[in-house]
T-cell receptor, first 111, second 112 residues
């Protein structure tokens, strides 16, 4: 069965620190990959997505993610986090109508 | 466009009661889905639909029913509510060509 796992459940960083959140998916076929963000009290918003082509994908607010097919990974990165990046981050994989999410990573950025 | 709308925003039920969570979208999306969000478990897919008249089960379908009689609406029915169904429920819709889903604001359900 298709599944997505996120390695970090809770991350605490200081402002200006670099961020990398891990995501692995278990599906051998064609899969589209996403990162969503949920700010406190809000619903999910799309950060970035990968369908095909350049494996380095840039999204909104300075986020990027790299698709590594051989590792079934789609890690999220940001060179310098801000306090406003405090949120929950979800990796997701899509195939044939089903979008499956990972468990989520709570990011807390200290000012 | 209103996007994806959900009603109600909050609901409290007693064990054994039934109810329907409403979801509607005005973007003419073929794909619609229901998720529940629980702390530490992310979002789990309950049911999804790839078009009017077509529904299928997701990861956690037990205790929930869906139907898709129109493109716009995708209601989720709880037949006999249980405390384990206390959660935040999100509806989403998306076009098949982009495989991206847009989420509604959620319904917070408490079952006592």
């Amino acid at each position: 069965a298709q599944s997505v796992s996120q390695h970090n459940h809770h991350v605490i960083l200081s402002e200006a620190a670099s961020l990398e959140l891990g995501c692995n998916y278990s599906y051998g076929g064609t899969v589209n990959l996403f990162w969503y963000v949920q700010y406190p009290g809000q619903h999910l918003q799309l950060l970035l997505k990968y369908f095909s082509g350049d494996p380095l994908v840039k999204g909104i607010k300075g986020f990027e993610a790299e698709f590594i097919k051989s590792k079934f990974s789609f890690n999220l990165r940001k060179p310098s986090v801000q306090w406003s990046d405090t949120a929950e981050y979800f990796c997701a994989a899509y195939n044939t109508g089903k979008l499956i999410f990972g468990q989520g990573t709570t990011l807390q950025v200290k000012p | 466009n209103a996007g994806v709308t959900q009603t109600p925003k909050f609901q409290v039920l007693k064990t054994g009661q039934s109810m329907t969570l409403q979801c509607a979208q005005d973007m003419n999306h073929e794909y619609m889905s229901w998720y529940r969000q629980d702390p530490g478990m992310g979002l789990r897919l309950i049911h999804y639909s790839v078009g009017a008249g077509i529904t299928d089960q997701g990861e956690v379908p037990n205790g929930y029913n869906v139907s898709r009689s129109t493109t716009e609406d995708f209601p989720l029915r709880l037949l006999s509510a249980a405390p384990s169904q206390t959660s935040v429920y999100f509806c989403a819709s998306g076009p098949p060509s982009y495989n991206e889903q847009f989420f509604g604001p959620g319904t917070r359900l408490t079952v006592l």
